[in-house]
């Protein structure tokens, strides 16, 4: 018979082939690679049977799809030894996460990390063997009394929560069967690189009322060198970590008193204050207007936008007037009234309107961390309202503001496009031409991008700005939402060419994201860091005796007057002591003034991260300082 390769190439294989036999077929290098296959776009074992006129994709670990398989087979070798050392466990769920996996396991005994050594010996056991993996399946009511018999009652409840005529599929390896839709590697012996890294507690089915769970995490890499620069990272990052850093340089504070409220302190609000100044400049010459929105606004405006009934559990709800409000988790509905707020012409289109707007949601206490995950922050949002045929222009207008936003601070990015959820809003067409508008501006800019089927938000599709800082480590924040929905809830309209009246097409769009989470990836991006333009304490200046502090001063009131954040240490502490907590509070110039620089109008200059020190007349260092300012330079 024949198949089809993912190049349009035809491969004429035995009737009743596997997906590795083709492989084997194609190159003994591939087949060794193979850990699964794509049949007609759908992800199987390579033990899967091909029929004439598939369409068939080898997988290998270079592939994303490729390394969950890897990961998910880990979580089964796990669960296979958890079960060979404490027989009386029941498994639960064992899922693939970033970088690894976990399995959820309910234990009759305790245990702890200290119990990781002999799983892990457990597991390499398991490994070594080369256990073959095999797929089998079973009608619900046998699926059902396997597990009893194996007294797996969580994974019978798993089984009862399906259609009675459903096909339930298993995995088995050597003495162990476990409930699984797959795929999996063909055999045990093709794990390389794994380690379990820690343990917690996890309701069953994630209800509070449920019974806790053991979880325990692990991470598995195709080759132990990526594990070791994987765990190298993770080093880093603790180094790096923005809480850290945060309280040690004076940013912001984490107080009992407003938990997932941060407190900015002086150094933290010249870091916000500056990034807000940056965002402003570059929207005014973007052709934004800015405006401001009210915090708490009524129920009955959440119910038109449809918030109340997609998001309300995460919304701060109170009485005004005995009339039901909430405070807003989203700025778009305040931005509609302003829209509605006066008449539009389509010659007034596209029209581009900013806030920077305070909003708050109603995040679980056990989620809260650092700047990354608060209850209150500040949205950088955009809405622009535009013709039909503004759309792409509009849309390409904004990726090029954001490309340039994410290069100021040395990022590079992926970039999502995320299609319609299940529960969306609106009709099937008004989606297509919403995704399709999207995927063409992306297309006519040449930027890739991967599909991220079903993750659009509640009102249209998006796409996602993944940002990849200095570490490796990526973090989504900047997004671009189109939107048929929200003009036709609020009723927008605008008098077209013909003088009738029209719905707009609006665009949502955030670059930052969350002020305050950009602010915490800043931080562990530049490791505190801060180029000279960021830096809240952009120059310190350190005088040697009494006699130059004057000097210092007077230097001071220049680089002030100039625009440039400065500070006098004015302590009588050896000069020594003084550079070195200069380093510490990572100040990106350190100025040193003795007799010798008072006498000759100089300063002796400690650049961060350079040894060597350099002694320049006072106007040369202050146009080089201004200059690296208005550039913006990294360094």
């Given at each position: 018979m024949e198949i089809l390769l993912l190049n349009g190439d035809a491969l004429e294989?035995?009737?009743?082939?596997?997906?590795?036999?083709?492989?084997?077929?194609?190159?003994?290098?591939?087949?060794?690679?193979?850990?699964?296959?794509?049949?007609?776009?759908?992800?199987?074992?390579?033990?899967?049977?091909?029929?004439?006129?598939?369409?068939?994709?080898?997988?290998?670990?270079?592939?994303?799809?490729?390394?969950?398989?890897?990961?998910?087979?880990?979580?089964?070798?796990?669960?296979?030894?958890?079960?060979?050392?404490?027989?009386?466990?029941?498994?639960?769920?064992?899922?693939?996460?970033?970088?690894?996996f976990y399995y959820d396991i309910d234990f009759n005994t305790p245990i702890t990390q200290d119990d990781f050594t002999k799983i892990e010996s457990e597991m390499n056991k398991i490994i070594k063997a080369k256990t073959q993996i095999e797929r089998?399946?079973?009608?619900?009511?046998?699926?059902?009394?396997?597990m009893k018999k194996y007294k797996e009652s969580?994974?019978?409840?798993?089984?009862?929560?399906?259609?009675?005529?459903?096909?339930?599929?298993?995995?088995?390896?050597?003495?162990?069967?476990?409930?699984c839709r797959g795929p999996h590697l063909p055999n045990t012996g093709k794990i390389k690189?794994?380690?379990?890294?820690?343990?917690?507690?996890?309701?069953?089915?994630?209800?509070?009322?449920?019974?806790?769970?053991?979880?325990?995490?692990?991470?598995?890499?195709?080759?132990?060198?990526?594990m070791d620069a994987?765990?190298?990272m993770l080093e880093e990052a603790k180094k790096r970590d923005h809480i850290k850093l945060g309280k040690e340089l004076k940013l912001f504070a984490l107080l009992n008193e407003g938990r997932g409220f941060p407190f900015f302190l002086p150094n933290g609000m010249?870091?916000?204050?500056?990034?807000?100044?940056?965002?402003?400049?570059?929207?005014?010459?973007?052709?934004?207007?800015?405006?401001?929105?009210?915090i708490i606004l009524t129920r009955s405006l959440w119910e038109n936008s449809g918030h109340w009934d997609h998001y309300k559990d995460n919304m701060y709800t109170t009485k005004i007037d005995g009339e039901d409000c909430a405070v807003k988790p989203m700025n778009c509905p305040g931005g509609m009234l302003v829209y509605k707020n006066s008449p539009h012409s389509y010659k007034d289109l596209p029209l581009r309107v900013?806030?920077?707007?305070?909003?708050?949601?109603?995040?679980?206490?056990?989620?809260?961390?650092?700047?990354?995950?608060?209850?209150?922050?500040?949205?950088d949002d955009a809405h622009i309202f535009m013709l039909p045929e503004q759309i792409k222009d509009e849309i390409m207008g904004v990726v090029k503001l954001t490309d340039r936003i994410y290069k100021q601070f040395g990022f590079k990015y992926k970039v999502e496009l995320s299609t319609r959820p299940e529960n969306s809003m609106g009709s099937e067409e008004d989606w297509n031409t919403a995704t399709a508008a999207l995927q063409a501006a992306l297309d006519e800019m040449q930027i890739e991008y991967e599909i991220n089927e079903g993750d659009g938000a509640f009102y249209g599709p998006k796409i996602d700005f993944h940002l990849q800082d200095s570490i490796g480590r990526t973090w989504q924040?900047?997004?671009?939402?189109?939107d048929f929905q929200m003009p036709q809830r609020f009723e927008l309209e605008y008098v077209g060419e013909d003088g009738l009246k029209h719905r707009p097409i609006m665009i949502h769009r955030a670059i930052f994201g969350s002020i305050e989470r950009f602010i915490g990836i800043l931080i562990e991006h530049f490791a505190g860091k801060f180029p000279l333009w960021l830096a809240p304490v952009q120059v310190k200046i350190l005088p040697i005796t009494d006699r130059t502090l004057p000097y210092a001063e007077e230097i001071a009131e220049k680089l002030l007057d100039l625009g440039i954040r400065c500070e006098v240490d004015k302590r009588n502490e050896k000069i020594g002591y003084k550079i070195r907590e200069a380093k510490m509070d990572k100040v990106p110039y350190v100025l040193v003034v003795g007799d010798k620089e008072l006498e000759e109008h100089t300063v002796n200059v400690n650049k961060r991260g350079v040894e060597e020190k350099t002694t320049v007349a006072l106007d040369e260092f202050i146009s080089m300082a201004l200059a690296q300012i208005a550039e913006k330079v990294i360094f």
């Open positions: 294989v035995e009737d009743g082939a596997t997906c590795l036999q083709a492989a084997q077929k194609i190159s003994d290098g591939l087949a060794r690679n193979a850990v699964a296959a794509k049949i007609n776009g759908e992800l199987c074992d390579l033990s899967k049977t091909l029929s004439h006129g598939d369409k068939l994709e080898i997988v290998t670990l270079k592939d994303k799809e490729g390394l969950e398989v890897y990961r998910h087979t880990c979580a089964h070798v796990l669960a296979q030894a958890i079960k060979n050392i404490y027989p009386t466990c029941k498994l639960a769920i064992g899922p693939v996460i970033d970088n690894g089998f399946e079973l009608p619900r009511a046998e699926a059902l009394k396997l969580y994974k019978a409840e798993l089984i009862n929560d399906l259609p009675e005529d459903a096909v339930i599929s298993f995995y088995k390896q050597g003495t162990f069967t476990d409930l690189a794994f380690k379990l890294v820690s343990i917690s507690g996890s309701y069953w089915r994630g209800n509070e009322k449920n019974k806790m769970l053991t979880r325990i995490y692990g991470v598995a890499f195709a080759k132990k060198d990526e994987y765990f190298q010249v870091l916000k204050n500056t990034l807000v100044d940056f965002w402003r400049d570059l929207h005014r010459r973007e052709g934004y207007v800015e405006i401001q929105t009210p900013a806030e920077m707007g305070l909003v708050h949601r109603h995040e679980k206490s056990g989620q809260l961390h650092g700047l990354f995950r608060v209850r209150c922050f500040t949205q924040c900047g997004t671009i939402q189109l």
